[in-house]
Each structure stands twice: as C-alpha cells, then as structure tokens.
C-alpha cells in the first residue's frame, strides 16, 4: 500500500511519476509526499496507527509542488524520533 499525502492548499492535480516495484511496498511503508504542507498529515496517520516507527519508511518526493521540503522535514521527524526512512525522488 502508498499512502498519498497532498496538502489541500495545493489546486494543481499532483501523482506519482512512476510506482515503485512490489517488493519495496511489501518490505516498506511506502508514503508520497506529493506537495508541500503535507507535515501535519503525516502526523495524523502516525498518531491514527495508519503508520509505524517500528518498520522502515520510504518517503516519495515529486519534483514539484514543495513535495522534498516537506519530504525532508517528515525525514527529520522520523529520525528525532528513532524511526529509520529515507527519501526517493520519485521523477
């Protein structure tokens, strides 16, 4: 499963360039950061149990729409917080 976060300040329609492969989504939680402001969301789905600090994360950034700022922020988020992620350019 990806779970897409897009901030609904965003009008433009934002997706994924390319889906990453079954394995990686199998062995991960995958989550696309498809626009900027998407902090908060992230939060939200921890604090709902949508998603764990206890399994690697792999955060999808676009190359738009302040998708890697908010990437990287969540990235440091996770890491403050002893969770293991990185970032993937998705374009």
């Not at 990453?20 to 908060?40: H, S």
């Amino acid at each position: 499963m990806i779970l897409e976060l897009a901030s609904p300040l965003h009008q433009e329609k934002v997706s994924l360039d390319h889906l990453p492969d079954d394995e990686l989504i199998r062995e991960n939680q995958v989550v696309a950061v498809l626009t900027g402001g998407t902090e908060a969301l992230f939060l939200d789905a921890v604090r709902r149990g949508d998603i764990s600090l206890e399994r690697p994360i792999i955060l999808l950034a676009t190359g738009s729409s302040n998708s890697l700022a908010a990437a990287m922020e969540i990235l440091s988020w996770i890491h403050q917080h002893d969770g293991h992620g990185q970032i993937r350019c998705n374009w």
